[in-house]
């Protein structure tokens, strides 16, 4: 089963930047996609950023030109740059695996994003 581990949350000033990475304990020629999901209090799961195995990259409307979602191969991790962070931007974010071949995709445990006013 493959496993994630999220680190880099915290808490941050509104316009400060944070730096989320997620390492995946699987090969990687079994990754379709990671990304990042974030849900807030009361709100709704949502996908924040993503990159496929071919590199093409997703990103909610609201955090295009703030976020950059990149990856590293070798090390089998995804990184979330978060710039000129908002309070909107507060949640919690979750590492999200998507796999090829069938396999199970995988979730990381969440990581508490908190950006002050």
């Known amino acids: 089963q493959a496993q994630l581990v999220e680190s880099g949350g915290g808490l941050v000033q509104a316009g400060g930047s944070l730096r989320l990475s997620c390492a995946a304990s699987?090969?990687?020629?079994?990754?379709?996609?990671m990304g990042w999901y974030r849900q807030a209090p009361g709100k709704q799961r949502e996908l924040v950023a993503s990159i496929t195995s071919g590199g093409i990259t997703n990103y909610l409307d609201s955090v295009k030109g703030r976020f950059t979602i990149s990856r590293d191969n070798a090390k089998v991790t995804v990184h979330l740059q978060m710039n000129n962070l908002k309070p909107e931007d507060t949640a919690v974010y979750y590492c999200?695996?998507?796999?090829?071949?069938?396999?199970?995709?995988?979730w990381g445990q969440g990581t508490l994003v908190t950006v002050s006013s």
């Open positions: 999200h695996l998507n796999r090829k071949f069938g396999l199970l995709e995988a």
């Open positions: 699987v090969s990687i020629l079994t990754i379709n996609a």
